[in-house]
Every structure is written in structure tokens, then in C-alpha cells.
């Protein structure tokens, strides 16, 4: 056995807390420390720590527990009101985004010929990867600031679950473009299918949970230690049996929790378990999977043309959607704002374009910087738009 | 990336947990049921659930965590009186295990004549894995039953932790007759730097405490994440190190923790991490390992042998230790019961033996088997050896 990785956990733990309260110092979101942590411990800096499969995993477990806690706390009737205004943003928020990636990589001509897929197609497959929103960040930020409850935290949430989809869909829409194995229509009857397992699960989560509350109503721990099997059981459910993602079925997950009494104490463990163990993995492992290799001056414009469109084409589109929803100027700014992050899901269809020929491996370097520049910045432009209006003319 | 592991996280978590709730209900502590699960989930039955080196990291932390807690539990005042009392009951603990593995293994012809080694070295070889003691399963049930802090709870820990060295030593002393590259003298002297290295990292560990302190009174998390920190350096350093176990460099760094004033703050979030997520992979991490190959008869008949010396060798020594340094008989029957448990250090020594040429490949399962059986039978012996006399004789 390789007792490496007790010392990187270790290492990790203690320099996304010591640089998160530099950065909350600094007026910013200790998420920021954390994810300058990875940047700073990985190849991108001092390579002293490496991603590993132990990290990626743990590291997975903590963005479900992230998106069940954003799932606990959604106000339901609040989500149930936002509904249409939520699908509005989402599908602008991808739209957009969608249109702007394709015409930068057209611009910055960054397909290849080797690739067998058509230039056009590898143009709309960079669109595509600017249409994955991670709102796990945002989630977090909104946590620290005591805001997941609001108006605009609400919609921010709704539109992220739908974004999801969407993405889901302009992915396999590609996909199948680029490969004849997949089927789009039998793509969108497994999305709905699991939505209708979701709801049989739910009703028989709930039986269970009865059950065990009959059997003996005062030990918490018991619901606790369920609800996460449940929510793990979602996760996986959601990504392999139906295509959509693990993150999407925890959040499911814990929509369906927050209906229980026991609610507030489910809350405080997995509180806990994430800040103690798996957030600051995940928050480091964004940063610890930047490696600048040699890349060409062409490649650094693209890259940062791309960053600035991935955060203009979000705020655009997503703020327009709120805007026609009749949210104020102020809330639409914080939608729009709260949707910049791409986090893992553009990196996962990034891996998965690859797989597919339709993105050459030069490109992965600049998704990988656009995704961890829309993390970093997400936080930092999510405080400055909650801010209250006389606070921020103060700090002017 | 594959979610497999998500599922076998749920699937663990819910049946270790029902298992668990059985189990109580039959009067037998939860830990029992846990490691049912793993042995009815894994290959040596359903075989729905394999080892991966995901599950044996978090298993590993699970026993990170738990020997943590038992340091920042133990009754230092306590530890230092039964100091001598503790090294008597490893040392005869360590002592009649020797020579009763080693008679059992000359007895039943256990070796090989193709092995490097010789056959008396095969024996002796046998005789050391049952040396090894492992007390997180006993220190789980003491902590369930509500005493760790006992008298004998604490001579318990102290005499593992006396052990540990032992058996390190022990070990050391046969590797070195069987390979050249290891001398006896060096490890000595690693040992005891760890002793002086524990001491200045525990001094250096408090300054660095106290200036947190300082900086901000009244947030806990950052105190119980830094101690978490700690706990796996000290636990990385004991190992790769000093070549000590990392459960003891856990321990130590749970009894330098034991004199913070968050002490119980840190010891409520420790527990929930490992309630929810950890101790249940570790417990249930046991019983998976085992599998049932077509074993010969001769095979069989040594498992049985070992299996019951090992128990019983472990309850005479060390409750012949107790009973010299004038503990009642009760009190030694509760120690030499509390060490009966083998766990991961003889799996961890096997795998050295293996790989050394000591033992066949053959001699696994034997050695598994006798593992999971002392884990499951302390429990039981365990909470018999406590309960009350008056209610011993009503139940029988």
C-alpha cells in the first residue's frame, strides 16, 4: 500500500484553509483560496501534488454532497413559482453561449483536418463546451453569503438543473452527429425516464424512511447515514442507468430530503463531512488539473478569447432570460453572474469530444484554463453583485 | 471516469447499517453487523462488492480516524499509571502468540520447501502474524458500550499501542533474517525518533494552534480541520518515515489533540466523518477481503487451529500480563479479551511475508479468515466481559 496520499490530503486540507481565509481577508469567498490552493500545489505551479484517482473520486463525492445540500435547502415552492423563469434562462444561458463558442473557434480557426470530423462540427462542439454550467461553486458561494434561498439563488439553482439538460442534449446532439451509436430520441425518453424513476424512488425512499422512523424515533443518525446511501444511489442511477449527470440525481436527491423532519440535522452532518474531507478536495483538484505545457502564442489568444466569451455569452444570455422573466436588473445581473462557472461538466465533455475526434488534444490546455478562470472568477463577481447597492458605491 | 464506486458506496452504507441495527437487536454490538455485510456483499458469498483501492483508502482514513479519537479519548493521567502495567500485558501479549503460531505452524507442516526461507523461519513467521494486534474494532465497541476511559480501557490502549512497537520489532527482527537489506539496529533507532519527531511536531502543532487562537476566538471548524490535517501528517510521517504504523502516528496525534480546548468540539465532527462515510468502508472492507478458494482439507483443519490459538494465545497472554501487574480478574479477562482482535496489521504483515518469501501464497486465506474471525468474535467477548456479573448470571 502507498501511504502517499494520507500526506496530500493532508497538504491539501491545510493550504485550501490557510489560503481561504487569506483570500476571506481579502473580502473574497474562501472558495477562492481553495481553488488558488490546487492551482499553487499542482502542475500548473509547484507540482508537488498530482491528481490522482483516490483525489478524483473523493473529489466526486464531494460535488454530490455540494449539490444534495443545494437540493435540501432549495425552497420548493420557490423553484415550483420560477419554473418557466427558470427554463427561459436556461436555454438562452446556452443558446448563447452555444453561438459565441462557435464563431470564436471559427475566428481563431482552431480545428484540424487530421480530425475526422468536419471543421464546422469541431467549431459547434467548442459552443457546446461553453454551454455546461457548474453551479456547484456558485452553490457555495451562495452558502457562504447565506443567499441559496433568495429570488435569485432559487433561479440560479432551477436553471442550472435545466442548463444540464439542455447541455445533455446539445451534447448528444453532436455526439451523434459525429458518431452513429447514438440515438437522440432514445437519449431524450431516458432524460424523461429519469425523471419518472426519480419520483418511484422518492415515494419508496419515503415508505422506508417511515418505517425507520416507527421502528425508533429518536436516533438521527440512522436517517443521516440513509439519505447519503440514497443520494449516492441517485447519483449513480442519474449517470449510468439514465445518461444524465451524477451531480443532477444527487440534487434530485436531496429535493426529495428536504421534505423530512429531520432536515436540519441531515444538513449539519453532511455540513461536516464536507468541509472536513471532501470540499477541499474537489476545490483543489479544479486547480491541480491546470498543467501549461509549451502552448503556441495562437493557442494563449484562443484561450483567452475563449475565457472572456464563456463569461460574456453566460451573463448575456442568462441575464436576458431573467430580464424577460420580468426579474429586476439587479437579480438578473446575480442569475446571469451565478451561471459563469463551467467547472468538471465542461471538462467532462471536453474528455468526451476528445474521445470522439472532434477536438484535437492542443485544445484541452484552454478549456482547462477557461474552466478554472469562470470558476475563480464566479465567486469574486457573485459577492460584488449581492452587494448591497450603497455598500458597493462605498467601496468605489 | 467510472461511477461504479458510487453504487458500492450506497450498498455498503445501507446494508453495514442494517446489518448493524440486526445485530443490536440481537445483543450484539453494531460493529458485528458491519462486518457481516462486507463478508456477505464480497466474493467469499454474494460477491456483489470487490476491494477496489478506493474503498482500502477510505478504509484505511476509517481507521485513521477511529485510532485519532481514541487518542483524543484516552485518559492520559490514566496512561501514564498503567504505563508499566500496559508493556507487561503487550509483552506477554506479544510473547505466547509467537510461540503458539509457531507451534501450530510445525505442527500442521505448513511450509514450503520451495520458499528462499527455511521452514523454522515459515513458522516463526506465523507466529509473528499473531503477534499483531488491531484495537479500532475494540476501541469502536468500548466507545459503544461508553468505556474507552475505563481502567481497563485504558491498559487496553496502552498495551496496543506497546504492541504495535513489538510487533513492529518482531517483524523487523524476521525480515531481517530473511532479507539482508533490513538491519534491526536502524529500526530501533527509527522508532525511537518517531518518539522525539511526535514530540516536536506536537509542540510546534500547538504554537501553531494557539496563534489561530489568537487570530479568531470563535470559529471551530478551522481548529477540528487543522487537527484532521495533523492527524493524517502524523499518521503519513509514522509510516513512510519511521517505518512505525500509521495508526500509531494517528493515535498520538489524537493524544496531543486530547489537551485542546475544542477537544469535544473536534471529537463530535471526527465521529460524524467517520459514522457517515469512513467506519462503515472500513468495517465492512474486512469482510470483503475474503475469499473462499477451493481449500484443501489440510488448509481447512490449520485455519480452525490458528483461528482458535490465535484467540486464545492473545486472551492467556495478555490476560497473564494483567493479571501480574494486579489487575482483578475481571479486569484481565476484560483486557486479554480487547486484544483478541488481529485486523488490518496482520493482513499488512501476511502481505509483507508474501512478498518476502515467508509464506505461500496458500497460507491467505488461512490468515483472512483468522483475522475476520477474531474481529467479529471481540465484539461479542468484548461486551460479555463487561456486562455486569448480576446480569451474566440472568442471562445465562
Redesign the interface.
Known amino acids: 500500500?502507498n501511504?502517499?496520499?494520507?500526506?496530500g490530503?493532508?497538504?491539501i486540507?491545510?493550504s485550501t484553509?490557510i489560503l481561504g481565509?487569506l483570500t476571506k481577508k481579502a473580502n473574497m469567498p474562501q472558495v477562492v483560496g481553495a481553488l488558488l490552493a490546487g492551482l499553487i500545489l499542482g502542475p500548473a505551479c509547484l507540482g508537488v501534488i498530482h491528481t490522482t484517482?483516490?483525489f478524483?473520486?473523493i473529489s466526486?463525492?464531494g460535488v454530490?454532497i455540494l449539490m444534495f445540500m443545494a437540493g435540501l435547502e432549495t425552497d420548493t415552492q420557490e423553484l415550483k413559482r420560477s419554473g418557466r423563469a427558470a427554463f427561459i434562462i436556461a436555454l438562452l444561458g446556452v443558446i448563447i453561449p452555444l453561438a459565441g463558442g462557435f464563431a470564436v473557434a471559427a475566428l481563431c480557426h482552431v480545428g484540424s483536418d487530421a480530425l475526422p470530423a468536419s471543421l464546422t462540427l469541431q467549431y459547434i462542439f467548442i459552443g457546446v463546451i461553453l454551454t455546461a454550467t457548474s453551479v456547484s461553486i456558485s452553490v457555495e458561494t451562495l452558502k457562504e453569503m447565506g443567499k441559496v434561498s433568495t429570488k435569485a439563488g432559487t433561479a440560479i439553482l432551477g436553471a442550472a438543473l435545466i442548463d444540464d439538460i439542455l447541455g445533455i442534449i446539445a451534447l448528444t446532439v453532436i455526439t451523434s452527429m459525429a458518431d452513429s451509436s447514438t440515438n437522440l430520441v432514445f437519449v431524450l425518453l431516458k432524460i424523461a425516464g429519469f425523471f419518472v424513476f426519480a419520483i418511484v424512488a422518492a415515494l419508496l425512499y419515503k415508505q422506508l424512511m417511515q418505517f425507520f422512523v416507527r421502528l425508533s424515533p429518536d436516533h438521527n443518525?440512522?436517517y443521516?447515514?440513509?439519505s447519503?446511501?440514497?443520494c449516492?444511489?441517485m447519483?449513480?442511477c442519474a449517470?449510468?442507468l439514465f445518461g444524465v449527470a451524477?451531480i443532477t440525481g444527487a440534487y434530485v436527491a436531496g429535493l426529495v430530503s428536504s421534505f423530512n423532519k429531520k432536515r436540519e440535522r441531515i444538513y449539519y452532518?453532511?455540513d461536516?463531512?464536507s468541509?472536513?474531507?471532501v470540499a477541499?478536495v474537489f476545490f483543489a483538484s479544479i486547480g491541480l488539473k491546470v498543467e501549461l505545457a509549451s502552448m503556441s502564442s495562437s493557442i494563449l489568444i484562443f484561450t483567452l478569447v475563449l475565457t472572456l466569451t464563456a463569461i460574456l455569452t453566460k451573463v448575456l444570455g442568462c441575464g436576458l432570460g431573467a430580464k424577460m422573466c420580468k426579474y429586476t436588473s439587479r437579480e438578473s445581473i446575480q442569475i446571469g453572474v451565478g451561471m459563469i462557472s463551467r467547472g468538471e461538466v465542461a471538462l467532462?465533455v471536453a474528455n468526451k469530444g476528445e474521445a470522439l475526434g472532434l477536438i484535437t488534444s492542443e485544445l484541452y490546455a484552454p478549456i482547462v484554463i477557461m474552466v478554472v478562470v469562470t470558476t475563480i472568477v464566479t465567486p469574486i463577481f457573485l459577492k460584488l453583485a449581492f452587494k448591497s447597492p450603497k455598500k458597493r458605491a462605498a467601496a468605489l
Chains 1, 2 share one sequence.
Request: hydrophobic letters at 60%.
Open positions: 500500500m501511504y502517499q496520499y494520507l500526506l490530503l493532508s497538504i486540507l491545510f484553509k481565509l484517482n483516490f478524483n473520486q466526486e463525492i454530490i443518525r440512522r443521516i447515514l440513509m447519503f446511501a440514497f449516492l444511489f447519483a449513480f449517470e449510468e451524477d452532518d453532511f461536516t463531512v468541509y472536513l474531507l477541499p467532462i
